[in-house]
């Protein structure tokens, strides 16, 4: 199977622009957004409706096509294949949004003015940000491709969850993983001076220490393909074992890593998610052999992908490559399911407010190998991801850990 095919593509010429789109977000997009709707027709009595604000143009598009994607085949899958939940089947509306804000705000009110919506789905962490009063106003659940650890925080975000560890936990996993293999190891941390950059720095450092890794320096630069001359130097001088990227989709970590190789440093680089999907790997080139970082969910290439179920129907329904934000959608309809599933046996009305409370009372949800353990929410995320390294020469992703679980320690 050859790992850079149509969906890699979509990766490349975009991935350096969307770090700005992930400060600005001002992409435009058409007067008159297309819906994609999938699984189910419109008059279909007790549909239970999926909305969605997807990024299918813009910087984000190739994320956003992705999730579009995986949508409309779980929903497909979940109609086809078992009539729904307890009878009620799925109808999934999305609508682009080019990843800006605005559009997005007004793809959910027009999409929620029309349609009797129980779930929804968010493009960016401006848009959780913003929504977040109409969710709890219009009492309506929601998840999204945001991480931010302001998210993970039931009572101001109390119809939120995300779909993973928040970027704190994330950089708390490849720490977990550090410690465990290399006990007392320096640690330096390179980030953009952003918002998304900033995020997880000061718990990171904290919990650096906590776990007896030495923090030998944060390194904030500007975002994007910017000159990292000063910065590499001081990366040098702090010749650290292990340096973790966080606030960057691409540029500049082939040209840090390339530099500090050129330099004589064996420091062993580290990203999170947002960094790990195979077409940024594939776009980094021969700076990527041995990267490693954290993912929440399997690779669709993942060799035990075939032992699980949901990883089976998701590689039977698509014979080639699909990313990381395909998987994450599934994971979207899989948690959805188990939600639905839980409102329904308790005699309650499938509300914002009452499927919070399902969420709440599940323990050990299977995902069907989405995820490689059982799951239990913890605040408003999911606190496991699992250590991948890069191996250029297969073209793939493969596992270095078992799945890490933050609430084991």
């Avoid at 086809?80 to 990843?99: A, I, L, P, S």
Wanted: negative net charge.
């Amino acid at each position: 199977m050859t790992m850079r095919n149509r969906t890699s593509e979509l990766f490349l010429g975009v991935a350096s622009g969307l770090l700005l789109g992930l400060m600005t977000a001002g992409s435009a997009i058409a007067d008159d957004p297309e819906e994609a709707e999938v699984g189910v027709e419109a008059d279909v009595e007790d549909a239970i409706v999926i909305g969605g604000s997807i990024p299918m143009t813009g910087v984000f598009a190739f994320a956003g096509l992705q999730f579009n994607d995986g949508f409309r085949d779980f929903v497909q899958w979940i109609n086809e294949e078992h009539g729904g939940v307890q009878g009620r089947k799925f109808r999934y509306v999305g609508q682009d949004t080019g990843y800006d804000p605005d559009q997005s705000v007004g793809v959910f009110r027009r999409i929620t003015s029309r349609e009797d919506v129980h779930f929804y789905f968010g493009d960016s962490t401006a848009f959780s940000q913003t929504i977040n009063s109409a969710l709890n106003r219009q009492d309506i659940l929601m998840t999204g491709a945001s991480f931010a650890s302001e998210l993970n925080n039931p009572e101001e975000y109390p119809l939120q969850f995300l779909l993973g560890p928040d970027y704190s936990e994330q950089v708390g996993v490849l720490l977990e993983y550090i410690a465990n293999e290399d006990p007392g190891a320096r640690v330096a941390f390179v980030y953009s001076d952003t918002e998304f950059g900033r995020d997880p720095i000061n718990a990171s450092v904290e919990r650096a220490e906590d776990l007896g890794l030495t923090v030998a320096e944060t390194i904030v630069t500007p975002p994007g393909a910017a000159d990292i001359s000063s910065a590499a130097l001081e990366h040098r001088r702090a010749r650290p074992d292990y340096t973790i990227f966080h606030g960057y989709i691409l540029s500049p970590i082939p040209d840090f890593i390339e530099r500090s190789r050129q330099m004589g440093m064996e420091t062993r680089f580290m990203g999170t998610y947002y960094t790990m999907d195979q077409g940024i790997i594939d776009e980094m080139g021969d700076a990527a052999d041995g990267f490693m970082g954290v993912m929440p969910y399997r690779y669709y290439y993942d060799e035990e992908a075939d032992d699980y179920p949901i990883m089976r129907t998701i590689r039977e329904m698509n014979d080639e490559y699909r990313a990381t934000t395909y998987i994450q959608a599934w994971l979207v309809g899989m948690l959805l399911k188990e939600i639905v599933n839980a409102t329904l046996e308790a005699g309650d009305e499938l509300t914002g407010t009452n499927m919070r409370r399902a969420l709440d009372s599940l323990e050990d949800i299977d995902t069907g190998g989405v995820i490689g353990v059982p799951v239990t929410f913890r605040g408003n995320s999911i606190p496991v991801g699992r250590i991948y390294r890069a191996d250029v020469e297969a073209g793939r992703m493969v596992p270095v850990s078992d799945w890490i679980d933050l609430t084991e320690e």
